[in-house]
């Protein structure tokens, strides 16, 4: 099976890290292109300056974190954008999925807190449960 467009989700964490690894070896073996995503949870909550702040803090967070993996990429001469969405992780990553054709995603088996991923079920499952194409969970 050949995945030319494959959608990666970063979130900063260790697991996303090795998924992101996974990416640059799947992405060379089949001339693949990568898209990462990284998306700002806004359950913070308020409209406060430092709910906002918050927010542009984590923003900021995420750049750093897309850069340093866009230019591994780059040096590895694959294609690659990168992508900072606001809203609910599972969602957007689903909304992205299902809606720009890829032929693979690739996320980590955990993200940034795993106390909330027993109150609410964790990103992943649902992006498994709800995407229209493969889903790679690297641990």
Do not use: W
Request: hydrophobic share 45%.
């Amino acid at each position: 099976m050949v995945f030319s467009r494959i959608l990666v989700a970063i979130d900063g964490s260790e697991s996303a890290k090795k998924a992101f690894t996974k990416s640059i070896c799947l992405a060379q073996k089949c001339s693949s292109k990568l898209d990462l995503v990284h998306v700002v949870s806004c359950e913070l909550g308020g409209d406060s300056a430092t709910t906002f702040e918050l927010i542009e803090q984590l923003q900021t967070k995420a750049k750093l974190i897309l850069e340093e993996y866009r230019q591994v990429a780059i040096k590895n001469n694959i294609p690659i954008e990168v992508m900072i969405k606001q809203g609910d992780p599972a969602q957007i990553i689903i909304e992205i999925a299902n809606t720009e054709n890829y032929d693979l995603i690739i996320t980590g088996s955990r993200g940034m807190s795993a106390f909330k991923e027993l109150l609410v079920g964790s990103v992943t499952l649902k992006v498994i449960h709800h995407v229209n194409c493969p889903v790679m969970v690297v641990r």
